[in-house]
């Protein structure tokens, strides 16, 4: 197993650059998903780390090593890809073993590799079919074991479970981090969702633009986004995003509600709540006129406008509701639960 370094790193096309200084270390062991949305360097960083992308400046290193010159078979990492890559004229245990084979493995242990792998993913029983016979659940499991009978330093994604339908991307990907947990291999994960992200990742690099917006925890990018565009992305429903102005503590939203804060923000800014923090309240300072309630069986999604100003709200609540468009409702939320921005979109 190995830990990655990204030093600085910067890719660039012709005279266009596309990914901006890059830097963050990960752990031995530790499984990282690289989160944003298309186009944003996501799959061009991890090309980057599996060798496919060259570097234009800056250092990769995996474990001690630098590995900016080494070719991909050099690099110790094994990679499953969005659309399987799987050879149609093989079986599944040929798939598997293929890349033991060019290694020139004895043939014995590519067989009891494949067979090691196959048990752990719970797939021997598929290893002497074709790839047109499995479904595609099926087929992203033999593109893992491919990558886990090499035994691999390090993992790396790239958007694995976007082909599969919402209830196997589901079950996927906690079979994905329970493998990774129990192999206890270094991983990278590519994927532009954020609830997939939250699931898997020990810590999430949230890319924008090309450029590092916040590295951490899925729970301090939850409490502490360090910019809107954070704010935005992590979560779901996404947060409420409300134009005030600050002066001595003192929040001011369009419609005159005035919250207290404990902050030293001066002029234009941005409140940000997300829906399950916002708790009915009988006297509560934001006022929202319903639009559209959307039944979710477990909780009510309530759509609406903050009173006074044409500011799109949504309040989540438990259970099913039954309120009337037109309606308006009264809301409060506990001062730590504020997010509060500058107008750069840097938190305060």
Do not use: W
Request: charged letters at 25%; one cysteine or more.
């Amino acid at each position: 197993m190995a830990s990655i370094t990204l030093d600085n790193l910067t890719k660039t096309y012709g005279n266009t650059e596309v990914l901006h200084h890059i830097e963050g270390s990960i752990n031995d062991g530790e499984f990282v998903v690289i989160v944003g949305p298309s186009g944003c360097g996501k799959s061009t960083l991890l090309r980057m780390v599996a060798g496919l992308e060259t570097v234009t400046s800056g250092e990769i290193s995996i474990g001690d090593k630098m590995v900016n010159d080494l070719e991909p078979a050099d690099r110790d990492i094994a990679m499953v890809f969005q659309n399987y890559a799987l050879y149609p004229h093989m079986t599944v245990e040929q798939n598997m073993g293929y890349g033991l084979k060019i290694r020139k493995l004895p043939k014995a242990e590519v067989r009891q590799r494949v067979e090691e792998a196959a048990d752990i993913l719970e797939i021997r029983e598929y290893l002497p079919r074709k790839p047109r016979q499995l479904s595609g659940g099926q087929r992203q499991r033999v593109a893992m074991g491919r990558a886990i009978v090499r035994d691999p330093q390090v993992f790396l994604f790239d958007e694995p479970l976007s082909n599969l339908d919402a209830k196997l991307r589901v079950q996927m990907r906690l079979e994905i981090r329970k493998l990774q947990r129990r192999l206890g291999v270094t991983a990278i994960y590519v994927t532009h969702d954020q609830v997939e992200a939250m699931t898997l990742g020990d810590r999430l690099m949230v890319l924008n633009g090309g450029y590092v917006e916040q590295f951490g925890t899925p729970i301090e990018l939850y409490e502490r986004p360090a910019s809107l565009f954070v704010a935005g992305f992590i979560g779901s429903p996404a947060m409420n995003f409300l134009p005030a102005s600050a002066a001595a503590g003192i929040v001011t939203l369009e419609n005159g509600v005035a919250l207290e804060m404990d902050n030293t923000a001066d002029g234009k800014t941005t409140l940000g709540i997300r829906p399950e923090h916002l708790v009915l309240s009988q006297d509560g300072p934001l006022r929202l006129v319903v639009e559209l309630l959307e039944q979710l069986g477990a909780n009510t999604l309530i759509h609406g406008v903050l009173e006074g100003t044409d500011t799109q709200v949504i309040a989540s609540m438990n259970g099913v509701q039954s309120i009337e468009a037109g309606t308006v409702l009264s809301f409060d939320t506990p001062t730590r639960d504020l997010h509060l921005f500058d107008g750069d979109g840097k938190r305060i």
